[in-house]
């Protein structure tokens, strides 16, 4: 079963960036990689996502122009480039992977999932 580690989260004041970490126990050049992030009481979010090799990318609206989902060329580590921070990006981030190799935006889509990381955005 693959295994996933976030990573790089922290406490960032407005305006601020963090470049995440997701970090996979095999090889995934083949699956797709999402990220998402949950508050307390309230669904989770759908952030961004990268397909296999090919690396099709799609992100949420309310992150566009700040956040850039990238793949390590050695395809073990996805990163997630967050610029621009808002208070609002609070929360716990996960990433996740799709065996199908798609870029999805649906969290019941993806088969594996990491423990999270939490990233604070506060003056």
């Known amino acids: 079963q693959l295994r996933l580690a976030e990573s790089r989260g922290g406490l960032v004041q407005p305006g601020g960036s963090l470049r995440l970490s997701c970090d996979a126990s095999?090889?995934?050049?083949?699956?797709?990689i999402g990220w998402f992030r949950q508050v307390p009481g309230k669904e989770r979010e759908f952030v961004s996502c990268?397909?296999?090799?090919?690396?099709?990318?799609k992100h949420a609206d309310s992150v566009t122009g700040r956040f850039t989902i990238s793949r390590e060329k050695d395809k073990n580590t996805v990163y997630l480039q967050m610029t621009n921070l808002k208070p609002e990006d609070t929360g716990l981030y996960f990433c996740?992977?799709?065996?199908?190799?798609?870029?999805?935006?649906?969290?019941?889509?993806?088969?594996?999932w990491g423990q999270g990381t939490q990233v604070t955005v506060s003056a």
């Open positions: 996740a992977a799709d065996g199908s190799g798609n870029c999805a935006l649906y969290s019941d889509r993806y088969d594996f």
């Open positions: 095999g090889r995934i050049d083949y699956y797709g």
């Open positions: 990268i397909s296999n090799t090919y690396g099709t990318t």
